[in-house]
Structures are given as C-alpha cells and as structure tokens.
C-alpha cells in the first residue's frame, strides 16, 4: 500500500496489476540476459539484500524507462535501520522527484529468501512506475472537493463542510488503494522473474502475514486474492 504521501506496509503488501501494459517484452529481454548470473543465494534459503537489490533495480528502472510513465527512473534503495522500526518496506519520493524504496531492517530479518525480498522489492519499485502516488492523491483530492460541495449544496454549515472533504479524502485515498496494490503485485512479480527469482516461493510471505480480508475502505486486499494475482502475472 501506499499512504497518500509515501508509504506502503510490510504486513499488508496488496496485489497485481489487472491492466497493466508496461513493457512486458522489455522485462523478458532483460529476464534473459540476467538469468545467467544466478548465484547460489537466487536458488537456496539465504538472504542477500544487496545481492537482490543488484539485481532488481536495473530491471526496475529499464521497465520504468519503457513505461514512459515516471519522470525519474532512478531508484534509491535504502535500509532503515531503525531497531524499533517495525518490518515494513515503502516506496516514497525525494523532494527532486527521485523514487525511494525503503526496507527496515527488521523487514529483512523476518524475510525467509531472497525471492521474498525481491517480489516486494519489484511491488515498490512498480508502485513508482505506474505512478500509484500521484493517481491516489488525485483521487483524494477529487473525492474531497466533491464532498465538499454537496455539503454546501445541501446546506451544511462549515463545520459539516470541513467533515465532509476530510471523509472524502479519506475514501477517495482508499477507493484505489486495493486496485494499485494488485497492479503492483502483478508488475512486481514480473519484475522479480526478469531478475532471475521466483515469485512463487516469494508469495509465501503471504501465507505468514496477517490477513486483511476484503474490508470496506481498507487498504489491501485478502492475500489469497494476491496470491492469485501474482500466479497469474507469470502465466
């Protein structure tokens, strides 16, 4: 998930890319010009962050490249290495526009491989690509002045007004928060497999995290929806 500013949580990744057209030709060339570089870790039960960051952020800029959606392409990945930081990885953006993917370090303790590490890192990395920040603060903004309006329209004093736009907001943020987590599970696993890992083990991390179900304006959806996704993303 993305919050409205910067971040999406660990505990609730959400997603797949229903719709998404980004450059799936280009993320298979560069699948097989990577594949050959596997190490040991790619295939075993270790973890090697920096080794998965190598790999996945050539893949991820060269798709956001193709994309021609994001005005920067150049990731910053980084550990917070906070020990009271909860586990948790988020993308946000510098004042300059650069995108930023960030991991607490307690996020890379609990993760089990490195295929986990790498699916969330290309489900943040296609947060930026498909410009999830911007559409949701668009979405928010609309939301709130509509609500606004019919407040004034039906006529609301100010202080129902301000109650209005600030709901509005809120449901305009989370009416197409669950949408982008999916889409970026769905790029995000194809992004992963590109850089020579397997989603399929990735996704397990699914099946350890709390499950948020579907709920009414929550901001993810239910794992095994996720699941789904991410399977069908390789297909």
């Known amino acids: 998930m993305i919050r409205m500013i910067s971040r999406s ?18 993320i298979q060339t560069v699948q097989t010009t990577r594949l050959a570089t596997q190490s040991a870790a790619v295939n075993g039960s270790g973890k090697d962050f920096a080794l ?12 956001c490249r193709e994309s021609g959606r994001a005005a920067n392409c150049d990731f910053k990945i980084v550990i917070d290495r906070d020990p009271d930081a909860p586990s948790n990885a988020y993308q946000s953006l510098e004042n300059s526009g650069r995108p930023v993917i960030t991991f607490t370090q307690r996020f890379i303790t609990e993760a089990r491989n490195d295929h986990e590490l790498a699916l969330v890192m290309g489900h943040e990395a296609a947060h930026h690509i498909m410009n999830h920040i911007p559409r949701q603060q668009a979405s928010a903004t609309g939301a709130s002045v509509l609500a606004g309006m019919g407040v004034i329209l039906l006529g609301g004093d100010q202080a129902l007004v301000d109650l209005a736009t600030d709901i509005g907001g809120t449901v305009g943020a989370r009416g197409f928060s669950k949408q982008h987590e999916l ?3 769905n790029l995000g696993a194809r992004i992963a497999k590109a850089a020579g890992y397997d989603p399929l083990i990735g996704v397990e991390l699914f099946t350890r995290i709390p499950d948020p179900g579907d709920a009414f304006l929550g901001t993810h ?14 297909r």
């Open 9 to 26: 949580a660990f505990y609730l990744l959400a997603g797949a890319l229903a719709a998404c057209t980004t450059a799936v030709s280009d």
């Open 52 to 63: 998965v960051t190598r790999r996945i952020e050539p893949v991820a800029e060269q798709v």
């Open 183 to 185: 889409e970026a599970d």
């Open 221 to 234: 959806p239910a794992n095994g929806d996720r699941r789904a996704v991410v399977a069908n993303a390789l």
